[in-house]
């Protein structure tokens, strides 16, 4: 069964960066695409990035474009978000997630696996 870790959340004030990390065990990393999610309290999961399996595509919500960057590493297990110039909206729990495919998908729907999520806070 596929287990996905993340790590790296924590506060930051605004402007400044954090980088998240998704470590994956319990099946096939490499053939997936992956992505990062998001939720505020209260509200519904939605997407923040992709990336297809070689890692030679990507795509970003509006929000995050130009700000947020998604990468993987295939002999690690790996795939990271780095969050440059953050916001008090990017207060969120993060989720990484696995999509059950190659191609790069936007939707929480298509992706079969989750991680448990780590906070990241933005003051003003």
């Known amino acids: 069964q596929v287990q996905l870790v993340e790590s790296g959340g924590g506060s930051v004030q605004a402007g400044g960066s954090l980088s998240l990390s998704c470590a994956q065990s319990?099946?096939?990393?490499?053939?997936?695409?992956m992505g990062w999610f998001r939720q505020v309290l209260g509200k519904e999961r939605e997407f923040v990035a992709a990336?297809?399996?070689?890692?030679?595509?990507?795509r970003y919500a509006d929000a995050v474009k130009g700000r947020f960057t998604i990468s993987r590493d295939n002999a690690k297990n790996l795939v990271y978000l780095r969050m440059n110039s953050l916001k008090p909206e990017d207060t969120a729990v993060y989720y990484c997630?696995?999509?059950?495919?190659?191609?790069?998908?936007?939707?929480?729907?298509?992706?079969?696996?989750w991680g448990h999520g780590t906070q990241v806070t933005v003051s003003s």
């Open positions: 997630a696995q999509r059950r495919g190659l191609d790069i998908a936007t939707t929480a729907g298509d992706f079969s696996s």
């Open positions: 990336i297809t399996w070689t890692g030679g595509a990507t």
């Open positions: 319990g099946g096939q990393f490499i053939w997936y695409a």
